[in-house]
């Protein structure tokens, strides 16, 4: 008996290294296609995840909170996350309108003659059939943990949340840093870390939380997280990831609200 349990012993000692060297084991037959990238979203104070009956509830989260829709777990909104950005791309989605019964018609591609056709009635981008046009700004992000963890993930912003996008693409496109020798230069996308923060905004229809955007430093993240992002951007480009829009029955809005 003293034997047996002595050799149990021994391989409960020796489970860590035996993980370890059989890593992704069973993942063979799982390829992209099988899996879902999370999106992050703000929490708006009408938001399912804080109605503690509805089953997407994150239990500790406020309104304002940074979310990740697969694994639930979320960023307080003056804290918020680090990122870096890896690809960007524009998605055109197609809504009927509220009052003709509402929902989601579709993605339009890109070169689509529609898009150009477009008219405005107040905020609402009119097509010629008389739905709604709506922009997502998508960005293919890699989301950094204090602890260095990281996550792959989509940050999609349309209607309100489109100004924050094209600042973003902007203040991306004109930074510099210095080269030990070359001077300045304007790095790779993937390279530079990003805080991501939601703050509140309102109209006359009412208040809501967007996002703000902060540069970080450039070492305030791992040399690893960095390659790892780089590699994210080639399997972008590559076909590898696809972006999407994020749930099975979008909304126009982002995410509750107020229009």
């Given at each position: 008996?003293?034997?047996?349990?002595?050799?149990?012993?021994?391989?409960?000692?020796?489970?860590?290294?035996?993980?370890?060297?059989?890593?992704g084991?069973?993942?063979?037959?799982?390829?992209?296609?099988?899996?879902?990238?999370?999106?992050?979203?703000?929490?708006?104070?009408?938001?399912?995840?804080?109605?503690?009956?509805?089953?997407?509830?994150?239990?500790?989260?406020?309104?304002?909170?940074?979310?990740?829709?697969?694994?639930?777990?979320?960023?307080?909104?003056?804290?918020?996350?680090?990122?870096?950005?890896?690809?960007?791309?524009?998605?055109?989605?197609e809504?009927?309108?509220?009052?003709?019964?509402?929902g989601f018609?579709?993605?339009l591609?890109?070169?689509d003659?529609?898009?150009?056709?477009?008219?405005?009635?107040?905020?609402?981008?009119?097509?010629?059939?008389?739905n709604?046009?709506?922009?997502?700004?998508?960005?293919?992000?890699?989301?950094?943990?204090?602890?260095?963890?990281?996550?792959?993930?989509?940050?999609?912003?349309?209607?309100?949340?489109?100004?924050?996008?094209?600042?973003?693409?902007?203040?991306r496109?004109?930074?510099?840093?210095?080269?030990?020798?070359?001077?300045?230069f304007?790095?790779?996308?993937?390279?530079?870390?990003?805080?991501l923060?939601?703050?509140?905004?309102?109209?006359?229809?009412?208040?809501?939380?967007?996002?703000?955007?902060?540069?970080?430093?450039?070492?305030?993240?791992?040399p690893?997280?960095?390659?790892?992002?780089?590699?994210?951007?080639?399997?972008?480009?590559?076909?590898?990831?696809?972006?999407?829009?994020?749930?099975?029955?979008?909304?126009?809005?982002?995410?509750?609200?107020?229009?």
């Open positions: 008996m003293a034997n047996v349990a002595n050799k149990k012993s021994t391989e409960v000692a020796n489970l860590m290294d035996d993980l370890f060297d059989n890593q084991q069973g993942m063979e037959t799982i390829t992209a296609d099988d899996m879902q990238i999370p999106f992050l979203r703000i929490l708006q104070p009408l938001s399912p995840q804080l109605l503690k009956t509805d089953p997407k509830f994150i239990k500790g989260a406020s309104a304002g909170d940074i979310f990740n829709t697969v694994t639930g777990q979320y960023w307080e909104a003056d804290e918020g996350l680090v990122v870096l950005m890896c690809a960007y791309t524009t998605k055109f989605l809504f009927q309108l509220r009052e003709t019964g509402g018609m579709g993605e591609s890109a070169d003659p529609d898009i150009r056709k477009t008219e405005r009635n107040g905020s609402i981008e009119m097509l010629p059939n008389g709604e046009l709506v922009r997502s700004a998508q960005f293919l992000v890699l989301g950094v943990d204090a602890d260095g963890s990281t996550s792959q993930m989509i940050c999609d912003m349309k209607k309100t949340q489109m100004k924050i996008a094209k600042q973003w693409n902007t203040r496109a004109g930074l510099k840093i210095e080269h030990p020798t070359n001077g300045m304007n790095p790779p996308m993937w390279s530079v870390p990003w805080r923060t939601s703050v509140q905004e309102s109209n006359d229809k009412g208040s809501w939380f967007n996002y703000a955007v902060t540069q970080e430093a450039m070492d305030s993240v791992r690893e997280a960095i390659i790892e992002a780089r590699d994210l951007y080639n399997s972008f480009r590559a076909g590898e990831i696809q972006t999407g829009t994020g749930e099975d029955k979008p909304t126009p809005e982002s995410d509750d609200v107020p229009f």
